[in-house]
C-alpha cells in the first residue's frame, strides 16, 4: 500500500511540474509598438538607409520577442500593413533609421554575448564532468575460469 502511494504521489508531482504559465496577452500599445517596429525596419531597408540583412535580424528578433505574448496574428499584420500604406505621407528619416539600426545591432551583440556566454559555460560543465568521470575511483572484481580471468569495473 505504501508502495501505490508513493507512487501515486510522484505521478501527481510530476503532473504539477508540467503544468504551463499563460502567456499574457499583447495589448493595444503593444501592438502599436510591434507594428511601427516591423513596417520601419521594412522601409528603412526598402529606402536603402539600413542593411537589409540587419533589418532581417531585427524582424526575427521581434518574432521572438512576440512569441513571448498570446496575440492575434492578423491584427499584427493589419496594422503593419496601415503604417506601410501610411507611410507615404510620413516616411522615417535617415536618422530615426539610424536610431532603429543602432538598437538592432546592440540587441544582436548582447545575443552574441548570451550566446558566447552560455557556449563556456557549457564547455566547463562538460570539462568538470570529464574530470569527475576520469578520476571516480573504481573498484574492480575479478573472477577466475579455469585459465581465464573475467574482470568488471564499478
Known amino acids: 500500500m505504501k508502495v501505490r ?14 503544468t504551463t504559465t499563460a502567456k499574457p496577452e499583447l495589448t493595444e500599445v503593444g501592438y502599436n509598438q510591434y507594428a511601427t517596429w516591423l513596417a ?11 542593411q537589409p540583412e540587419l533589418a ?9 520577442q512576440l ?3 498570446s496575440f492575434n496574428p492578423e491584427q499584427l499584420n493589419a496594422q503593419v500593413a496601415s503604417k506601410l500604406a501610411a507611410a507615404t505621407s510620413a516616411e522615417p528619416t535617415r536618422e530615426e533609421c539610424g536610431a532603429m539600426a543602432l538598437r538592432i545591432a546592440e540587441m544582436k551583440q548582447r545575443y552574441a554575448a548570451n550566446m558566447a556566454d552560455g557556449a563556456e559555460q557549457q564547455q566547463a560543465e562538460y570539462q568538470m564532468l570529464e574530470m569527475l568521470r576520469t578520476n571516480t575511483p573504481r573498484t574492480a572484481y575479478c573472477n577466475k575460469y579455469g585459465t581465464e580471468t573475467l574482470c568488471t569495473a564499478y
Open 5 to 18: 502511494t508513493a507512487l501515486v504521489m510522484t505521478a501527481m508531482a510530476s503532473l504539477i511540474g508540467c
Open 40 to 50: 520601419g525596419g521594412e522601409l528603412c531597408a526598402l529606402r536603402g538607409y539600413v
Open 56 to 64: 532581417a535580424y531585427g524582424k526575427v528578433r521581434l518574432g521572438y
Open 67 to 69: 512569441a513571448g505574448y
